[in-house]
Every structure is written in C-alpha cells, then in structure tokens.
C-alpha cells in the first residue's frame, strides 16, 4: 500500500514567484492536512480539506491557499513568495473525522525562497 | 485551546537502554487524540504510536510503548532497546475528536542514541 506522496521534494523559487505543491494521500483517505515547519515557529497548521471542502484554516495570510480534488489529491499554492515563506511543507493524510483515526505524513516538500 | 508541552530539548541514551520522551497537554475537549511523530534529518514525519482519551489501556508498538496518565495530562513516550537508528526529533501531537482533522505539536525534542 502507498503512502503519502509529496511533489516535489525539493524547490527553489525567487521571492515574487508563486507555487504549487502537490499531495497525493494514502488509497481511501480522504482527508488531506497541511502543515509549514520552520526552525522558529515549529510545525504550524495551514488547512484542512475533506472530500473536496476546506474544513479549517491555520492563521496564515491570504498568499496561502489549497484545493482538494475528487480522487482526494491536494494541492496548496503560495504567491507572492517572500523569504520567510522558506519551509517544510508536510501533509498529513487520514480517514476523515472518524474517532480515533491515525494521521499519516509525506515526506514533506522543502521549499527554499531566494 | 489546544497545547502540547516538550520540555526537553534534547535527550541523550546509551545504544539498548530504554528512554522516556516528555510530554504534557492542555485542552478542554472531552474527547481527544494523542500522537508520538518521529522526524529524522531527512525531513519525513514518521507516525509512531496513537493513544485515545477513553482508551483504557496505554498503547504499544513494537519497541514503542505511550504511559497515559489521563489525570496529569502527560502522554510521555518510551522507546526500549535504543538503536543509533532512533537518533531524530521526536514530536508529541493531539487532536480534538470528533471535528478537524488539525494536530498540534510540540516543539519537539532531539534524541541522540549514543554507541
């Protein structure tokens, strides 16, 4: 059984660029999460989708914006890139709202903004 | 709302001793989620161990064991047998039930597993 897969693992962008990350969850999950971690704030919670609906949305501003698809592919986008948005990018892939259901990560796109 | 509380930055052990990871949450919800992530240098957030708040018993996972103590909000981790291989960034996580899906984590705190 797959994991979750992330695209691309690696990217450079120039500050002003804009950026698409892709995620692809485990076979039947459903619920696609978005996570950025950087050395000063930690791992901090951008979005949440659920069969194509964003469910909840981290504090993060406008630039910041994500879809889901109907095979359950997520992508988020970021524009107008600035040098503070330099960060792992992770997403966590589970069931859905269902009790005590676990939460499984890609290995995480390491976006750098030069 | 929801905190999780890593007090150790750091941890060191001797390769085949046991080691206890800390954590501490804070939350108003009746119903929840704890989770234990391993993070090596490589980036990837491996899933380790999951414990629900109504779960009577502390959970366990091959070398991975989470001491639940429902009543003082910890939710500490354990790895037995220590292999150089465990040597990453430990992260405790929790989830309200029931609604979002979001997690929120520790700060996390850095094993070393020396030979």
């Known amino acids: 059984k797959a994991g979750v897969t992330q695209t691309p693992r690696y990217l450079i962008k120039t500050r002003g660029q804009q950026v698409t990350l892709s995620c692809s969850p485990i076979s039947g999950h459903r619920s696609v999460s978005w996570y950025q971690q950087t050395p000063g704030q930690g791992l901090q919670f951008l979005f949440e989708?659920?069969?194509?609906?964003?469910?909840n949305k981290g504090n993060f501003p406008g630039r910041f914006s994500g879809r889901q698809f109907s095979n359950s592919r997520s992508e988020m986008n970021v524009s107008t890139l600035e040098l503070g948005d330099s960060a792992l990018y992770l997403c966590?892939?589970?069931?859905?709202?269902?009790?005590?259901?676990?939460?499984?990560f890609g290995q995480g796109t390491r976006l750098t903004v030069v | 709302a929801q905190k999780i509380t890593q007090t150790q930055p750091g941890m060191f052990v001797q390769e085949k001793e046991a080691v206890t990871l800390d954590c501490t949450y804070d939350?108003?919800?009746?119903?929840?989620?704890l989770f234990w992530y391993k993070q090596p240098s490589s980036g990837e957030m491996i899933f380790l161990i999951y414990q629900g708040s109504y779960d009577q018993q502390n959970a366990t996972e091959g070398r991975y064991s989470l001491n639940f103590q429902k009543a003082r909000k910890s939710a500490n981790l354990v790895i037995s047998a220590s292999q150089l291989g465990d040597s990453a960034m430990y992260f405790c996580a929790m989830r309200a039930q029931g609604g979002s899906e979001k997690l929120v984590f520790g700060k996390g705190t850095k094993l070393t597993v020396n030979p």
């Open positions: 966590a892939s589970s069931l859905g709202p269902v009790k005590d259901t676990e939460a499984f």
């Open positions: 939350t108003s919800d009746p119903s929840y989620g």
């Open positions: 989708y659920f069969s194509e609906t964003q469910r």
